[in-house]
């Protein structure tokens, strides 16, 4: 079992920054790719950022590409969501997930374990 829990999610204006933490239970943690999810009220949940288990490999989705960074700690267990220059329309849930299989995804149907999710509100 791996437990996945969000933190650092808030109210920030437009153009300001966030950074959101998904601290992992569990001693295989460095074996799992990770991804970022988000979902937004009356909207399907979508891909965010995914990282390969070694941290060596990103990928982003166009909405947040240069904006967002994604990163992770082996040693600490936790991933990392640096969300800069916030728009209104990153307003949603955000989810991180773990994919166990470690292979990096845009699917969120290729994750196994998902957290409960953290509330990032973006005012204009």
């Known amino acids: 079992q791996v437990q996945l829990v969000e933190s650092g999610g808030g109210l920030v204006l437009a153009g300001g920054s966030l950074r959101l933490s998904c601290a992992a239970s569990?001693?295989?943690?460095?074996?799992?790719?990770m991804g970022w999810f988000r979902q937004a009220p009356g909207k399907e949940r979508e891909f965010v950022a995914a990282?390969?288990?070694?941290?060596?490999?990103?990928h982003y989705a166009d909405s947040v590409k240069g904006r967002f960074t994604i990163s992770r700690d082996n040693a600490k267990n936790t991933m990392y969501l640096q969300m800069n220059s916030l728009k209104p329309e990153d307003t949603a849930v955000y989810y991180c997930?773990?994919?166990?299989?470690?292979?990096?995804?845009?699917?969120?149907?290729?994750?196994?374990?998902w957290g409960q999710g953290t509330q990032v509100t973006v005012s204009s």
């Open positions: 990282i390969s288990w070694s941290g060596d490999s990103t």
């Open positions: 997930a773990a994919d166990t299989l470690g292979i990096y995804s845009e699917s969120s149907l290729e994750y196994d374990y």
């Open positions: 569990g001693r295989t943690f460095s074996s799992y790719a």
